[in-house]
């Protein structure tokens, strides 16, 4: 049966979905300590787009490796990100449970405040995973992508609600969720942001004058710090 075969598309199908299962058990393990999550989501990001990319990846000894690397700066991203939603949180709280009565404009400004913070959580590990920039520059390009593909921004936030959602209201597909929960919603994200992320790769190595760094050789990952001027053109929206 040629579907069998080792390279049948089944099988291949199949081996992304044993990658991805692991990838998603790895990142679960790693989440544990809290702290540590913004380096597990980065790895699993980095992991999940190789995978995208049908580029030749271990996936355990690259998402570790992943995970070392960007361990400092996606941790900081990660507790940055944790207090913006605790701010948010505290003020939603206090808009809704208190007596005052807070305007509708300011109550507006903090929604749009918050749907942009939501919009940027989705792509600044990402960013982190492909590109290298300080931390406050890659949240501010993770910002800008979101806008930029505003319309699969949204349907990446409802991939990514939909398990929690499955988990709330179908305890029986928990086994399902702890599997692909996290890993499965990354991989159809990637597979919408990959062809804008090639097009931000090839900008920028034009912009080094086609050159890459011995980093680049080695990793497939750094792209140096040209990340804003690229965004600006009209041709990546």
């Known amino acids: 049966m040629k579907f069998l075969d080792i390279d049948s598309p089944f099988m291949h199908f199949l081996g992304k979905m044993a990658d991805l299962m692991i990838l998603n058990l ?18 699993m990001h980095y992991q999940v787009l190789k995978i995208v990319r049908d580029e030749e990846c271990y996936v355990a000894k690259g998402y570790f490796k992943a ?6 700066q996606a941790t900081a991203i990660w507790l940055i990100m944790l207090l913006i939603a605790a701010v948010l949180g505290a003020d939603f709280f206090i ?30 590990f990402p960013a982190q995973a492909k590109f290298a920039n300080p931390v406050f520059r890659t949240i501010k390009n993770a910002l800008a992508m979101s806008i930029l593909q505003a319309p699969k921004t949204i349907l990446m936030a409802v991939l990514y609600l939909i398990p929690v959602v499955l988990f709330i209201y179908i305890p029986n597909v928990m086994p399902l969720v702890i599997l692909f929960g996290l890993t499965l919603p990354a991989f159809l994200s990637a597979k919408m942001y990959n062809k804008f992320f090639l097009k931000l790769e090839e900008r920028i190595t034009e912009a080094n004058g ?24 009209k041709k990546l929206s």
């Open 67 to 72: 995970f070392r690397e960007n361990f400092k």
């Open 95 to 124: 808009m809704y449970k208190s007596d005052i009565e807070f305007h509708v404009l300011f109550r507006a400004v903090m929604g749009a405040i918050a749907i942009f913070s939501a919009f940027t959580l989705l792509y600044v």
């Open 210 to 233: 086609g050159q890459q760094t011995e980093a680049e050789n080695e990793d497939d990952k750094i792209f140096h710090d040209k990340l804003d001027e690229a965004l600006e053109e």
């Open 26 to 43: 790895l990142t679960l393990l790693c989440c544990i300590p809290i702290i540590t999550a913004g380096a597990a989501f980065t790895a």
